[in-house]
């Protein structure tokens, strides 16, 4: 049904541009007024340095997955137990998140 | 992305019970109702659609809320209902009815919660109200499990409610007296009567009763309440 995923148009560059466009709306959300931020795939999401805030990571995760399934029809849980268990989260940064959403779309075609 | 124009509910637990009758109840207030339970329903209606899902099942609830999320574009009303019980002396209770009972009741209430909320905060708007029992404030012997699943229910409400306040979502709680369902049929007489002779109000408790608090719990005009346990027969 719904979790299948669209291999091809799921390429490394759309993940990337889906990662910073969930990153950028809880930026927004969090200070409307602010000037944008660069981001970039090193851009750090948690920890020190961090762009956003404990709420502003909850935001920019659900806009990620929700972007995920509204454009490619892909339905899954970033905030896994692996994930959040792992000693280098993948929430550290854009392109750790980028990597992690393509890790989990590959499982999903696979299972 | 289309947009119901009316307001959308989802009902767990919704074949039959409590949950068939809040979810007629819902469509007779203009709400397109979603309803789900593990087997398939034996009613139909105008408005309603049945899904058959385990609310345990990690996997099934997010499908389900994509479908909604696509089919329907909003989530208003999440009434959490699915519950399950057994009645025991609790060195009588099989682990596996332990494992069920957390399951159904807590697991996947808080499955339920948690998908609704991503789907809610998009229009920052949404009600949600779990089922809690007064088998917890009045701590009903031989219902330790079902009492402590939806203690369990009653902490996460609480703190879940300060969780999503900002995303305009309220999560209370209505903790319904004995009510004749399926669920408590092998409850003997004399141990139903013992409980209400408990209650301020003494008597069984009506599907009525329970939307009564529901009505007011998902007005828009609640949008101060959130976190609180209603329970009825004026246990407190
Ligand atoms: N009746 C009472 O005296 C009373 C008192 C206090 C609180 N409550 C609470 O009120 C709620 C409803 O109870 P009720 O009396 O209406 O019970 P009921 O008549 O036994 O109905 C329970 C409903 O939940 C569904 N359900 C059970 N396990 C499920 C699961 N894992 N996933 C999805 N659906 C599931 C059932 O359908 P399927 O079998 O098809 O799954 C059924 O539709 C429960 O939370 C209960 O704890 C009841």
């Excluded at chain 1, 896994?80 to 929430?91: G, L």
């Excluded at chain 2, 309603?48 to 089919?71: N, P, T, W």
């Excluded at chain 2, 989530?75 to 069920?100: E, F, I, K, Q």
């Excluded at chain 2, 009763?209 to 209603?230: C, H, K, L, M, W």
């Amino acid at each position: 049904m719904t979790d299948q995923v669209d291999n091809n148009s799921l390429d490394r560059a759309a993940v990337i541009e889906i990662v910073v466009a969930g990153v950028r709306e809880a930026l927004v959300l969090a200070s409307p007024e602010a000037e944008t931020t660069e981001l970039t795939e090193e851009t750090r999401l948690i920890g020190a340095g961090a762009v956003l805030d404990s709420l502003g990571l909850v935001t920019a995760v659900l806009e990620i997955e929700q972007r995920l399934a509204d454009e490619h029809d892909l339905v899954v849980v970033l905030a896994d137990e692996r994930a959040m268990s792992q000693k280098h989260s993948p929430f550290r940064s854009v392109g750790a998140l980028t990597d992690y959403v393509l890790r989990l779309a590959a499982e999903n075609t696979h299972a | 992305m289309p947009e119901a124009a009316v307001p959308v509910a989802l009902v767990t637990g919704a074949r039959k019970g409590i949950g068939r009758y809040l979810a007629e109840h819902l469509l007779a207030r203009g709400y397109q109702v979603e309803g789900c339970s593990r087997g398939p329903a034996d009613w139909e209606a105008e408005g309603y659609r049945h899904h058959e899902l385990d609310v345990a099942d990690e996997g099934a609830v997010k499908a389900l809320f994509a479908e909604i999320q696509k089919r329907q574009g909003r989530l208003d009303v999440l009434v959490n209902n699915a519950g399950v019980a057994s009645m025991n002396h609790v060195l009588l209770t099989p682990d596996a009815t332990a494992a069920r009972l957390l399951g159904t009741n807590f697991h996947g209430t808080f499955l339920m919660c948690r998908e609704a909320a991503k789907v809610m905060r998009r229009r920052k708007y949404g009600r949600i109200v779990n089922v809690s029992t007064i088998a917890v404030p009045m701590q009903l012997e031989g219902e330790s499990l079902y009492a402590a699943s939806k203690g369990a229910v009653e902490t996460f409400t609480r703190v879940f409610a300060r969780e999503v306040a900002d995303f305009g979502i309220t999560c209370n709680i209505v903790g319904p007296t004995p009510i004749e369902t399926d669920l408590i049929r092998n409850v003997p007489k004399d141990k139903i009567d013992g409980i209400l002779q408990r209650l301020a109000i003494k008597r069984l408790g009506r599907f009525e009763d329970v939307a009564n608090v529901i009505d007011f719990f998902v007005r828009p005009e609640s949008d101060y309440v959130t976190g609180q346990v209603i329970y009825l027969g004026g246990v407190s």
